[in-house]
T-cell receptor, first 121, second 115 residues
């Protein structure tokens, strides 16, 4: 099956620094990747949709200057948390969709990465 | 905007018994997908089952089956012969079929399996 990896799996950084999280599709090409945030005991909240070769689309309330997303290739998207603060501590999950449409209907489900736990001290 | 509601924050079931998790959703669209995802303690999201709205037949995957009631906008998950490995958070999710592929998740149900 399709595999999505994330690196690092966990990271601790100091307040005010930036941290980059990578999301890779290992055995398929992904024109679209999604970034989610999950607080403890809560659901996944979509932060942004990342499209290869174009700017990401951010959900309402998500600061695009704070959460920089780059989707430079068909297998890699990165999320950079800039000037991190303790309230940014969370579990970040990416997902990727395989390329392809069937009669204009997107029939492919998203494949999820294992997540990255970010702790800002 | 689409919303997904899971009214059971926690459920428990005896091992080998059957349990049903509830999910309701709201949408004005007629063509969409519904999903159940499992998130075990490892936090890896695992697709359990998928239902296409235009299909009347309920989806099944081994011990997992759904009861899809389109008119009632209800999408429940039945787990038969519950096993210890079924213990996890279960999320119901909605996705429109065309264009924007955003998944909208419910708040989740934590399932505990009692040995």
């Amino acid at each position: 099956g399709a595999v999505v990896s994330q690196h690092p799996s966990w990271v601790i950084c100091k307040s005010g620094t930036s941290v980059k999280i990578e999301c890779r599709s290992l055995d398929f090409q992904a024109t679209t990747m999604f970034w989610y945030r999950q607080f403890p005991k809560q659901s996944l909240m979509l932060m942004a949709t990342s499209n290869e070769g174009s700017k990401a689309t951010y959900e309402q309330g998500v600061e695009k200057d704070k959460f920089l997303i780059n989707h430079a290739s068909l297998t890699l998207s990165t999320l950079t948390v800039t000037s991190a603060h303790p309230e940014d501590s969370s579990f970040y999950i990416c997902s990727a969709r395989d390329l392809g449409l069937a009669d204009q209907k997107t029939t492919y489900e998203q494949y999820f990465g294992p997540g990255t736990r970010l702790t800002v001290t | 905007a689409q919303t997904v509601t899971q009214s059971q924050p926690e459920m428990s079931v005896q091992e080998a018994e059957t349990v049903t998790l509830s999910c309701t959703y709201d949408t004005s669209e007629s063509d969409y997908y519904l999903f159940w995802y499992k998130q075990p303690p490892s936090r890896q999201m695992i697709l359990v089952i998928r239902q296409e709205a235009y299909k009347q037949q309920n989806a099944t995957e081994n011990r997992f089956s759904v009861n899809f009631q389109k008119a009632a906008k209800s999408f429940s998950l039945k787990i038969s012969d519950s096993q210890l490995g079924d213990a996890a958070m279960y999320f119901c999710a909605y996705r429109y079929s065309f264009g924007n592929e955003k998944l909208t998740f419910g708040t989740g149900t934590r399932l505990t399996i009692i040995p």
